[in-house]
């Protein structure tokens, strides 16, 4: 194979949710071939670029995905499976970006808050970030307010995904940015809010930069602050 078909099949894989030989796709009669993993580590031996296969194969079939997504063709777990697939990709990659210079595009803290132990919509969030080359730093789930504010401290994040599922629990998110006006650091993070009972006047409210719908959404508020 040469490079473009081995850049075509890693971003066909990516579209069919299949990391390994073995994994099923959406497709029929895929098991036994090549997957993402597979096809990312005889690229590497090749001497393809890795930085080629982020933005030539990886960031591409995730843009159709999000595609997928939205129109409704993909379901939450096709989606999940793609980002996991890319997610793995880039565990690969990471030690050859590093070498080769590629810099993080900023460290994102993500948390689910205090009272909530809902995650899968963050844990989608963490991988396609991942996936976008973000430097994630993920605390889990129900994670007290000073936990959250002290890592973002500490860790000296650009950027604060914070998810909720509860009605009950949203209300910490209110919490979280007061605290982080409090210790100084607010106007140096980027807060962005995600969850099932949260929306654009939510956000708004409690003086967060965005409302993120979905892991997409926030790829494209992250694109916007990297041009502006």
Same mark, same amino acid.
């Given at each position: ?35 993402? @993993? ?9 001497? #393809?670029?890795?930085? =080629? !296969? *982020?933005?030539? %194969? ?73 996936? @976008? ?9 129900? #994670?007290?307010?000073? =936990? !959250? *504010?002290?890592? %973002? ?76």
């Amino acid at each position: 194979m040469n490079e473009q078909e081995i850049l075509k099949k890693i971003s066909f894989n990516v579209l069919q949710g299949r990391f390994r030989s073995e994994d099923d796709g959406i497709d029929e009669g895929l098991e036994g071939r090549p997957g993402v @993993e597979d096809l990312i580590k005889k690229g590497i031996a090749e001497g #393809v670029s890795p930085k =080629k !296969i *982020v933005v030539n %194969a990886l960031t591409p079939a995730m843009d159709s995905v999000g595609k997928k997504f939205e129109s409704g063709e993909y379901l939450i777990p096709d989606m999940l499976a793609s980002a996991e697939c890319v997610g793995g990709a880039m565990e690969i990659l990471k030690p050859f970006l590093i070498k080769d210079g590629v810099e993080s595009k900023g460290k994102f803290l993500i948390a689910t808050v205090a009272g909530d132990l809902h995650d899968i919509g963050k844990n989608i969030v963490s991988i396609i970030l991942k996936g @976008e080359g973000y430097e994630l730093i993920d605390l889990g789930t129900d #994670v007290p307010t000073d =936990k !959250i *504010v002290a890592a %973002a401290k500490e860790h000296q994040v650009q950027f604060l995904g914070l998810s909720a599922l509860l009605t009950t629990t949203m209300r910490s998110m209110d919490e979280v940015i007061r605290k982080l006006t409090e210790t100084g650091i607010r106007d140096h993070v980027k807060v962005l809010i995600g969850g099932a009972p949260t929306s654009h006047e939510f956000a708004d409210k409690i003086g967060a930069d965005v409302y993120c719908s979905d892991a997409f959404k926030a790829v494209e508020y992250l694109k916007l602050v990297r041009s502006a």
